[in-house]
């Protein structure tokens, strides 16, 4: 008869080692999460969650191209001033987005909120919120791209993103109405 082969134990002190080496690399890699995130992101298939009608503008339109070109930021580094191709602050977004869609806006959150048309009844994609800040402007700016969601760019350390839309909004405008 054959003896079964003793069970084999661990090298003692194995899970620390793992543990350890898992530690030092994301120390390692935490100053650049943030493009690690981004590269990511951009790496991994857009899914899109079905809406409601009338929570996506007309196709073509301004406020259509506006909100595909916020979208398609996702991802990119916050930087104060910044109005991209690379990194953008959150009126830097805002502005970009209008600019692409062939519309002129003000260029800061401020601005945007004393210079552009309210928006009357619902909020629809493309509209933008201004929020009060504890920032320099002392204003933020995001665009609404669908029933409930807004794209941002936050501040420092936080990528463009898309969120809920929150309360507590001072403003809607609503650029390129009757253009």
């Known amino acids: 008869m054959i003896a079964p082969p003793a069970p084999r134990r661990p090298a003692p002190g194995g899970g620390l080692a793992v543990l350890v080496v898992v530690t030092v690399l994301a120390a390692l890699t935490a100053p650049h999460a943030t493009t690690l995130r981004g590269l990511i992101a951009e790496a991994l ?95 933020h700016v995001a665009m609404v791209v669908g029933r409930g969601r807004m794209v941002e760019a936050p501040g420092r350390g936080l990528p463009v993103r898309s969120t809920s839309i929150r309360r507590g909004w001072l403003g809607a405008v609503r650029p390129g109405a009757g253009q």
């Open 45 to 139: 298939p857009t899914i899109a969650a079905p809406t409601p009608p009338g929570a996506r503008p007309a196709p073509g339109s301004r406020a259509a191209r506006a909100v595909a070109f916020v979208l398609r930021q996702r991802g990119k580094p916050y930087r104060w001033g910044a109005q991209g191709p690379g990194a953008y602050d959150c009126s830097g977004l805002t502005w970009a987005a209008w600019r692409a869609a062939g519309v002129a806006i003000p260029r800061t959150a401020a601005g945007q909120l004393a210079g552009l048309p309210r928006a009357r009844g619902p909020l629809r994609p493309g509209d933008l919120l201004i929020y009060p800040s504890r920032g320099p402007s002392r204003r």
